[in-house]
């Protein structure tokens, strides 16, 4: 029965410093994470205003280039319209290029 009760007592010994030191090793863990977070919320706090900057800088871009890009697409637009006009110029070339040389079916 001492045998017993010696076995019991060394194992419930085993169990507590098992058990201790990963209490300790948790307990260091919380404390490295707590300061990690801790200097995170600064890091946070720049970022927010660094983005905010950015896009302050970003709006004002926009509305300094918003009459140049109205500009831009009214130009695209008669850019088109020339190539198709364009096309319709080199159409009577075209055509006799294809009757000379008797293909009917690029002339058409």
């Given at each position: 029965?001492?045998?017993?009760?010696?076995?019991?007592?060394?194992?419930?010994?085993?169990?507590?410093?098992?058990?201790?030191?990963?209490?300790?090793?948790?307990?260091?863990?919380?404390?490295?994470?707590?300061?990690?977070?801790?200097?995170?919320?600064?890091?946070?706090?720049?970022?927010?205003?660094?983005?905010?900057?950015?896009?302050?800088?970003?709006?004002?871009?926009?509305?300094?280039?918003?009459?140049?890009?109205?500009?831009?697409?009214?130009?695209?637009?008669?850019?088109?319209?020339?190539?198709?006009l364009?096309?319709?110029?080199?159409?009577?070339?075209?055509?006799?290029?294809?009757?000379?040389?008797?293909?009917?079916?690029?002339a058409?």
């Open positions: 029965m001492a045998q017993e009760i010696k076995s019991l007592d060394s194992d419930m010994q085993m169990l507590v410093y098992e058990n201790y030191s990963k209490f300790i090793t948790a307990t260091d863990t919380i404390r490295r994470m707590k300061s990690n977070v801790e200097g995170m919320g600064e890091k946070m706090e720049r970022l927010l205003d660094t983005v905010g900057g950015i896009s302050d800088k970003s709006d004002a871009v926009n509305d300094t280039l918003a009459s140049r890009r109205q500009n831009i697409e009214e130009l695209n637009g008669v850019r088109a319209l020339l190539k198709k364009q096309v319709v110029f080199d159409l009577p070339q075209k055509l006799r290029v294809a009757l000379d040389q008797d293909s009917l079916s690029l058409v």
